[in-house]
């Protein structure tokens, strides 16, 4: 039986490099899977065995909740142009908030964002690759993000923001809490 990595190659790491999307799957012990496709300027590799994403303000808050209750995180990372290949990271993760003392200066690796509300540390324990001929070719045309999400979440203000995350962002779609206030 093939040995199954357990870090990422050099090759793993800039063909995650040069995706513009990735997929993120958690799951509490009960309840719903969350599964969020993520973009933009959102992730770093900071070394084979772990890698960390800012995670940006959205309508809910379903990661940080199950993290809470179980650190399983898994990632997927798909070409949608070129040869075909996906590679899957799983891991246990955990959540950093802007209150936490990680914060400064896991967030500095990222450019500065409106709406930032957790970094996501995944220490990987299991790299899976299969061809991924299965998924249709696409033609990148851009990110949304930057026209649409980061503005909006500036024109708000971080005050506004706050409000936001009270009202949308404080429970999960099971009625979990997320921990984004520590209150």
Same mark, same amino acid.
């Given at each position: 039986?093939? $040995? #199954?990595?357990?870090?990422?190659?050099? %090759?793993?790491?800039?063909?995650?490099?040069?995706?513009? +999307?990735?997929?993120?799957?958690?799951?509490?012990?009960?309840?719903?899977? &969350?599964?969020?496709? $993520?973009?933009?300027?959102?992730?770093?590799?900071? /070394?084979?065995?772990?890698?960390? @994403?800012? &995670?940006?303000?959205?309508?809910? &808050?379903?990661?940080?909740?199950?993290? =809470?209750? %179980?650190?399983?995180?898994?990632? +997927?990372?798909?070409?949608?142009?070129?040869?075909? #290949?996906?590679?899957?990271?799983?891991?246990?993760? $955990?959540?950093?908030?802007?209150?936490? *003392?990680? @914060?400064?200066? !896991?967030?500095? =690796?990222?450019?500065? +964002?409106?709406?930032?509300?957790?970094?996501? *540390? !995944?220490?990987?324990?299991?790299?899976?690759? %299969?061809?991924?001929?299965?998924?249709?070719?696409?033609?990148?045309?851009?990110?949304?993000?930057?026209?649409?999400?980061?503005?909006?979440?500036? $024109? +708000?203000?971080?005050?506004?923001?706050?409000?936001? @995350?009270?009202?949308? &962002?404080?429970? /999960?779609?099971?009625?979990?809490?997320?921990?984004?206030? *520590?209150?």
């Amino acid at each position: 039986m093939a $040995k #199954k990595p357990t870090e990422l190659r050099a %090759s793993f790491i800039r063909f995650i490099e040069a995706q513009h +999307m990735f997929f993120v799957a958690t799951a509490a012990p009960t309840g719903r899977v &969350n599964l969020s496709p $993520k973009g933009m300027d959102s992730l770093k590799v900071l /070394s084979p065995g772990r890698l960390v @994403w800012l &995670n940006l303000s959205g309508s809910g &808050n379903e990661t940080a909740a199950h993290i =809470l209750e %179980s650190d399983r995180m898994t990632l +997927m990372f798909c070409a949608f142009e070129g040869m075909a #290949k996906i590679i899957r990271v799983y891991g246990q993760a $955990k959540t950093i908030h802007p209150r936490d *003392d990680a @914060w400064e200066e !896991l967030a500095g =690796l990222f450019p500065a +964002m409106a709406g930032a509300r957790q970094i996501f *540390d !995944l220490t990987i324990d299991l790299v899976q690759v %299969s061809c991924g001929t299965g998924v249709p070719l696409f033609d990148y045309q851009g990110q949304r993000g930057p026209e649409e999400l980061e503005p909006f979440y500036a $024109k +708000m203000g971080p005050d506004r923001v706050m409000v936001y @995350w009270r009202r949308k &962002n404080q429970t /999960s779609v099971d009625g979990r809490p997320t921990g984004i206030f *520590d209150d």
